[in-house]
């Protein structure tokens, strides 16, 4: 049977709905307390919900940014199309196993009806290290935000411990910004394939690979590497785009805080202050979905990120219950839009 786009689309598209349906079903609470969670969000979840439209259209303009600089002049994509794919994509992301496996491939392939395969696979994945870049420097400025709260008389707390996990994630940044700076300067396709080669039972894959696409693996090592070195404005555009999307992220659980009447006192000076408290939540959510994003749907990881940082926040076990079923409510309801809009029909140059 051969392989088509079409298959591997559908393929794609039923491994989110049984995602999904899975997602429904794990949910550590029963559908009691679940429906409870609901209506004690309310009106609520209008705006959480909502958040999330802003949110994916700021990382479909850093895509766009992207885009721009790979595409040729006779290849166009609208920004509808790539909000639509980019919502989509973290669809399949955040609901299929080791996220990223899923929403990546799936671009590729729907992008390559706009554009070549090698340009497809380049914008893709520099999009992907952007996505993953903008988190480091959100956990980088994260860490002297909560210094500067600290600083500034919260009541925030710092001791050795917290000290010395502030350190080692600096120390993790700092690393990470290293590894990043070789990728960009020099690319990383042929490389990373090259490492998969060295897992047991993959070695003859990789070489195979290797040799059948050598020459489009390289053409996107080199676009990889001139996007920062040629065209630096649409580099940092992207970058600061994708970091203002992480920053957003505090707007959620925000809203959810507010319903327990956590505002800070009130007034711009009050609501700010607890703006600047839920970035902290989703800085450390983030981190530990992120360091164990191989789970399947990450499961209990984002539960239990929403438990360490209202802890470390001095927030109550409810809060933290509340926030962690609420935000897993929401990743449902785009998940299944996302999977929805992957049959919306494309209309493009190729069909």
Known sequence: MKITKQRINDFLFLLGIVAVIIMIFTFDVDFRELWRMILKAGYWMIPILAVWILIYFVNALAWREILKHNL??????????????????YALNNTTPMGGLGGEPYRIIELTKDTSKAHATSSVILYSMMHIYSHFWFWFTSIFLYIGLVLAGDHLPMNWGIGIALVLLTLFCIVGFYFFSIGYRRGLTVKVIGWIGKIPGLKKWSRNFLERHMDTLKKVDLQI??????????????????????LMLGFEVMFMLILFGKDEGGGFSGYTLLFLHCVLVEAITSWCANIIGFLPLQLGVQEFGYAVSANALGLTGEIGIFVSIIARVRQIIWGAIGVALMKVRYKGKYE
Do not use: K
């Open 72 to 89: 040729e002049p006779d290849e166009h994509v609208s920004l509808w199309r790539i909000f639509r794919l980019t919502i989509s994509g």
């Open 225 to 246: 590497a001139a996007l920062h070195s040629q065209n630096s404005r649409a580099f940092y555009r992207s970058l600061l785009l994708e970091y203002v999307a992480r």
